[in-house]
T-cell receptor, first 115, second 112 residues
């Protein structure tokens, strides 16, 4: 089966611009997560979708970040306007998500550079 | 979610067995222990998960003592391709929602 895919693999934008990241989860996975790692820091949870609904968005840093998952398939994460501190690698993961399983399938990440 | 402590880095040689120990002193009754592996420029990859005693799969073994305050990931006969960062995570599964909390991980370097 195809894995989690993310687009683009790398994006370089100027401060104040807008960027939209896309994630295509594994087919049939209702759970979709966004994480990110900023330079020198640990991977941090951003938010979690169950199908098209936001289950938990406690990790979203501020209202410049908007995530959507229309139709419960792919998801987008928009950053508007981008700031320098938004630079990092954004990972998407998906899972079937049952009970005590912590097995999530990660994409390769999108490296965002804000200059 | 329980805090975990693991070595920052480890070195090994091809063909050796590598054991990475993780401490999680405040693990809760319902918490599971999970290990992920991450190669450069890739997302983390699930390796193994356990609750108590020993779990083995085709990649690794996970040893969990009776008090569950620590766990050891064992990689048999490592190769150069096992060079990666290994994360120990502890958390509770609840209704299918499992947010992952990553620490700094252990950077394993395998040498020829």
């Amino acid at each position: 089966e195809a894995g989690v895919t993310q687009f683009p693999s790398h994006s370089v934008i100027e401060k104040g611009q807008t960027v939209t990241l896309r994630c295509d989860p594994i087919s049939g996975h209702d759970n979709l997560y966004w994480y990110r790692r900023v330079m020198g820091k640990e991977i941090k949870f951003l938010l979690h979708f169950v199908k098209e609904s936001k289950q938990d968005e406690s990790g979203m840093p501020n209202n410049r970040f908007l995530a959507e998952r229309t139709g419960g398939t792919y998801s987008t994460l928009k950053v508007q306007p981008a700031e320098l501190e938004d630079s990092g690698v954004y990972f998407c993961a998906s899972s079937r998500g049952t009970g005590g399983s912590y097995e999530q399938y990660f994409g390769p990440g999108t490296r965002l550079t804000v200059t | 979610l329980a805090k975990t402590t693991q070595p920052i880095s480890m070195d090994s040689y091809e063909g050796q067995e590598v054991n990475i120990t993780c401490s999680h002193n405040n693990i809760a009754t319902n918490d599971y222990i999970t290990w992920y592996q991450q190669f450069p420029s890739q997302g983390p990859r699930f390796i193994i998960q356990g609750y108590k005693t020993k779990v083995t799969n085709e990649v690794a073994s996970l040893f969990i003592p009776a008090d569950r305050k620590s766990s050891t990931l064992s990689l048999p006969r490592v190769s150069l391709s096992d060079t990666a960062v290994y994360y120990c995570l502890v958390g509770r599964g609840s209704g299918g929602y499992n947010k992952l909390i990553f620490g700094a991980g252990t950077r394993l370097a395998v040498h020829p």
